[in-house]
């Protein structure tokens, strides 16, 4: 590279027409930098942030029996407190998701009401029924981990003093729960009720969400306020 000092005056070159040539060659590096690969531009992606999956007016992204499933003051309703539930229920996503945070608000109506999120979920074909993981709601499942169609058990749960006061009868209560990699966490009203690895390698990481009504007496589940935090690498 030729230096940057200006040439002497014997050369026969005039100061202004090097001091265009040296602005020239600057300007051309600074180009030249700012396309090389593997440097960042100024201008980088801002932290991730929780978006809405439902939009509080209508189920669009959403799948599921129409007349088991309704909107109601910005929440999906599930079920009836005038008749019974016949089988279980979902309403799901359309869209799958791996990784993430999941925040809602739910609640449940009526005695004996039973119901739950399923996440990394898969519809059976042919079949009422879904398979994957639930984080449960109802009297003395609230807080758990549960199996739907797969090992069919409750995988964790809480003790009975975690769960001593934390439920709101009747009312909302917050719901969370963190899928990344293997691990799975639950959180109630704030509290962690779950903290579980699964050991089973043959377990899908990845599926639909899905909210549930559960057979049983006349009852109703509500959700609302469904955001998703995306986790994935």
């Given at each position: 590279?030729?230096?940057?000092?200006?040439?002497?005056?014997?050369?026969?070159?005039?100061?202004?027409?090097?001091?265009?040539?040296?602005?020239?060659?600057?300007?051309?590096?600074?180009?030249?930098?700012?396309?090389?690969?593997?440097?960042?531009?100024a201008q980088t992606s801002g932290p991730r942030v929780p978006v809405p999956i439902f939009d509080g007016r209508?189920?669009?992204?959403?799948?599921?029996?129409?007349?088991?499933?309704?909107?109601?003051?910005?929440?999906?309703?599930?079920?009836?407190?005038?008749?019974?539930?016949?089988?279980?229920?979902?309403?799901?996503?359309?869209?799958?998701?791996?990784?993430?945070?999941?925040?809602?608000?739910?609640?449940?109506?009526?005695?004996?009401?039973?119901?739950?999120?399923?996440?990394?979920?898969?519809?059976?074909?042919?079949?009422?029924?879904?398979?994957?993981?639930?984080?449960?709601?109802?009297?003395?499942?609230?807080?758990?981990?549960?199996?739907?169609?797969?090992?069919?058990?409750?995988?964790?749960?809480?003790?009975?003093?975690?769960?001593?006061?934390?439920?709101?009868?009747?009312?909302?209560?917050?719901?969370?729960?963190?899928?990344?990699?293997?691990?799975?966490?639950?959180?109630?009203?704030?509290?962690?009720?779950?903290?579980?690895?699964?050991?089973?390698?043959?377990?899908?990481?990845?599926?639909?969400?899905?909210?549930?009504?559960?057979?049983?007496?006349?009852?109703?589940?509500?959700?609302?306020?469904?955001?998703?935090?995306?986790?994935?690498?």
């Open positions: 590279m030729r230096g940057l000092l200006p040439p002497e005056r014997s050369q026969g070159r005039d100061i202004a027409a090097w001091g265009d040539e040296m602005r020239r060659l600057i300007v051309g590096m600074a180009l030249a930098m700012s396309i090389v690969p593997g440097v960042p531009s209508t189920l669009d992204g959403w799948e599921g029996d129409r007349k088991i499933f309704r909107l109601e003051a910005g929440a999906i309703v599930g079920g009836s407190l005038q008749n019974k539930i016949a089988r279980n229920e979902f309403l799901c996503t359309a869209r799958s998701y791996g990784d993430f945070e999941l925040r809602l608000k739910v609640r449940l109506l009526g005695e004996g009401a039973n119901a739950g999120i399923q996440f990394r979920t898969r519809r059976i074909p042919d079949h009422h029924e879904v398979i994957g993981y639930q984080a449960d709601m109802g009297p003395g499942y609230w807080g758990a981990l549960y199996d739907e169609s797969r090992r069919k058990k409750i995988l964790a749960a809480p003790d009975a003093a975690t769960l001593k006061g934390l439920v709101k009868e009747a009312d909302w209560n917050d719901y969370a729960i963190r899928a990344e990699g293997k691990r799975v966490q639950l959180l109630l009203n704030g509290v962690r009720t779950v903290d579980y690895t699964e050991a089973d390698p043959g377990v899908e990481s990845s599926g639909i969400i899905c909210v549930q009504i559960h057979s049983g007496p006349p009852s109703e589940a509500w959700y609302k306020d469904i955001t998703l935090l995306d986790l994935t690498p």
